[in-house]
């Protein structure tokens, strides 16, 4: 079973910046298409961004503009830069594939102060 595990989420004020990253314990890494979601309290798991194995990104319109996905393939571990945080963006952060396993890691939190 693969193994996620996120880290980076802090608490930072408004307008802040965070770089979460995601380590998977997976040897075909590299060739997935990989997502990070987003879950707020009493909302459901959203996906925000993806990136495929060749390094095309997309993104949820909530977050476009202000975060960049990313991937180290030798790592096995994929990035995600938020630039210009708001409060909506405060939430438990996870990676995936995309679509999803059915196995989640911890995630990590994000909290964004106004």
């Known amino acids: 079973q693969v193994q996620l595990m996120e880290s980076g989420g802090d608490l930072v004020e408004a307008g802040g910046s965070l770089r979460l990253s995601c380590v998977a314990s997976?040897?075909?890494?590299?060739?997935?298409?990989m997502g990070w979601y987003r879950q707020s309290p009493g909302k459901q798991r959203e996906l925000v961004a993806s990136i495929t194995s060749g390094g095309t990104s997309t993104y949820a319109d909530s977050v476009k503009s202000r975060f960049t996905i990313s991937r180290d393939n030798a790592k096995k571990t994929v990035y995600l830069q938020m630039n210009i945080l708001e409060p909506e963006d405060t939430a438990v952060y996870y990676c995936?594939?995309?679509?999803?396993?059915?196995?989640w890691g911890q995630g990590t939190q994000v909290t964004v102060s106004s």
């Open positions: 997976t040897s075909v890494f590299a060739i997935l298409h």
């Open positions: 995936n594939k995309y679509p999803s396993w059915s196995n």
